[in-house]
């Protein structure tokens, strides 16, 4: 264990309610906002929030584990900290809420140093504060074995209007909020760099490697889609678009066409890699959603200036085809992510 990192548990929460107080200047509206939910925050056995009425809770929780989810030799503990809150952010996202609250359990593998976890918590209070989000709690533990890590965030959607993946009806169009395979491409390309290969300082490289890195919840979108009632199912891109659509085609028991020409992926030489990785290189954390045709139709592709992009449709034979630009049809079987494969 490293000599500088904490001498007692005390010492720790201490640290932790300093670095979790409400900070100062142009931040300080939002966090007196925030400041009137929590009746009770860090230092005592519990937290105890305020919920507003006519809202819905969202509880969700991610595990990041080492060498599992992130690396010592590729991720920076700021990354680290930041993804482990963006995949939660995520989450509530995909059901069209506002993320509140934040508890984090941090088992602290005994070979890293006090920088490493400052690193950490500096990453995710970073993204916290940005989305409005408070830290009120968790747990804490050395381990002699690698770093895990939990992050269970709260968050609230007006009652009835929080969106699922059984929505999706035949004959609804498929949209992404944003390009896919660029986490997968960025992780390509840090790994190629641990190998020794040169790691190209172009705009396309440092773009993906941020994408990984620091990847950006899709909140004010996930609420817009149904503060509007615009979508008719919703979810977030982990896994991957081939895993997750079929989890979306699943609940909702229908089946997708999606048109390969039309998939959004990195700006590679070789177009098959490009599609490979749209496919099915996970942790894009982008917005899929299914909209009526009617909708649809009446649908701009551009969300507060960013783009988002139409890419098939939903059919009532089930399993997704997929259409390359010559005509022929594949089916297309998930291959992103999977624990258990």
């Known amino acids: 264990m490293g000599e500088d990192l904490f001498r007692t548990e005390n010492e720790f929460v201490q640290w932790l309610l300093a670095l979790a107080a409400p900070v100062h200047g142009h931040e300080r509206v939002r966090a007196l906002r925030l400041e009137k939910g929590v009746k009770l925050g860090i230092g005592d056995d519990a937290a105890l929030l305020a919920v ?3 809202h819905e809770l969202i509880l969700t929780t991610d595990m990041s584990i080492e060498d599992v989810h992130f690396s010592h030799r590729l991720h920076p503990a700021e990354a680290v900290g930041h993804r482990a809150l963006a995949r939660s952010l995520s989450d509530v996202a995909a059901m069209g809420g506002v993320p509140r609250y934040v508890l984090v359990s941090l088992a602290i593998s005994r070979q890293v140093t006090r920088d ?8 995710m ?23 895990f890590i939990d992050v269970l965030v709260a968050g609230e959607v007006r009652r009835g209007k929080a969106l699922r993946r059984s929505g999706a009806r035949t004959g609804d169009q498929i949209f992404v909020s944003g390009r896919l395979g660029l ?4 992780l390509r390309l840090l790994q190629s760099k641990q190998s020794g290969s040169r790691l190209r300082a172009k705009a396309a490289t440092r773009e993906a ?28 891109l982990s896994d991957g678009l081939s895993t997750d659509l079929s989890r979306l085609c699943t609940a909702s028991g229908v089946g997708a066409r999606l048109w390969a020409a039309k998939i959004p992926g990195p700006n590679l030489p070789e177009a098959a890699d490009s599609l490979q990785l749209a496919l099915h290189g996970g942790e894009d954390y982008q917005l899929l959603f299914t909209v009526p045709q009617r909708e649809a139709s009446r649908l701009r592709l551009k969300f507060q200036g960013r783009p988002f992009y139409h890419l098939g449709e939903i059919e009532a034979s089930k399993g997704i085809k997929l259409v390359m630009p010559e005509g022929n049809v594949h089916t ?3 291959a992103g992510w999977d624990y258990f494969r």
């Open 332 to 334: 297309l079987k998930p």
């Open 183 to 186: 986490s997968a491409l960025g």
């Open 52 to 54: 507003k009425s006519g």
């Open 125 to 147: 209070q970073a993204l916290a504060r940005r989305f409005g989000v408070r830290l009120v709690g968790g747990d804490t533990a050395l381990v002699p074995g690698r770093t």
């Open 116 to 123: 490493w976890v400052s690193g950490f918590y500096r990453g």
């Open 209 to 236: 490697v941020h994408a990984h890195l620091y990847p950006e919840p899709q909140c004010a979108l996930g609420r817009f889609l149904s503060g509007r009632r615009t979508a008719s199912a919703l979810m977030d």
